[in-house]
């Protein structure tokens, strides 16, 4: 069965810090793979994803994600956050295999501090 | 386990057939939503009900209704249906509006 692990339920950081939110998925084939954002008081956007190419995939807001096959690891990084960065985000993978499940992890919630 | 509850998994039916499918949220969640997943724009949101009332709808084609019962659970009709509709429709549930969301594990409806 396909799993989505986000380590971190909570991450804190302070602004202007860098942050990566871990996200690690397991899959015996191969799978597409998304980061939504859900900012406080709003619904769901998708920050990007991940379908071929490049395994390096940029996204909005300054955000980007490394997909590395060998360490199943699709972890989400940005070089300096800002306190509008505060937000749950979500980890997704599909499988496009017969049946095209979409697994999410449970979320991390990033606080960033003044 | 999300706690989210999608019924059926998998659907297969035909074009010009109507299907219904069903959420149960998270105990104690008032809200529900209806999203359907495409791979260029990902989740696409297609309509919001808190506590039993339509609270928002997004780019849901008049072919298709919701609604939520007293029991809190949802259901998505889909009628008309077209091969384009074929997708992963997912539902997810919060406690309230625009609160954590829970995700079930989705509904992959084959038209054919």
């Known amino acids: 069965a396909q799993s989505v692990t986000q380590l971190d339920s909570q991450v804190p950081v302070f602004e202007e810090a860098p942050v990566e939110l871990r996200c690690n998925y397991s899959?015996?084939?191969?799978?597409?793979l998304f980061w939504y954002v859900q900012y406080p008081n709003q619904g769901l956007q998708l920050l990007l994803k991940y379908l071929s190419g490049s395994t390096l995939v940029k996204g909005i807001n300054g955000f980007e994600a490394e997909f590395n096959k060998s360490q199943t690891s699709f972890h989400l990084r940005k070089p300096s956050v800002h306190i509008s960065d505060t937000a749950e985000y979500f980890c997704?993978?599909?499988?496009?295999?017969?049946?095209?499940?979409?697994?999410f992890g449970g979320g991390t919630r990033l606080m960033v501090k003044p | 386990d999300s706690g989210v509850t999608q019924t059926p998994k998998h659907l297969i039916t035909a074009t010009g057939q109507r299907v219904t499918l069903r959420c149960s949220p998270r105990s104690g969640d008032l809200s529900v939503y209806w999203y359907q997943q495409s791979l260029d724009q990902g989740l696409q949101f297609l309509i919001h009900?808190?506590?039993?009332?339509?609270?928002a709808k997004g780019n849901i084609l008049e072919r298709f209704s919701a609604q939520q019962f007293p029991d809190l659970h949802s259901e998505l009709n889909l009628s008309s249906l077209e091969l384009g509709d074929s997708a992963l429709y997912f539902c997810?549930?919060?406690?309230?509006?625009?609160?954590?969301?829970?995700f079930g594990s989705g509904t992959q409806l084959s038209v054919l």
């Open positions: 997704a993978a599909l499988n496009n295999n017969a049946g095209n499940m979409l697994t």
């Open positions: 899959s015996s084939v191969s799978v597409y």
């Open positions: 997810a549930s919060s406690r309230r509006p625009n609160e954590k969301l829970f």
């Open positions: 009900y808190y506590n039993g009332e339509e609270r």
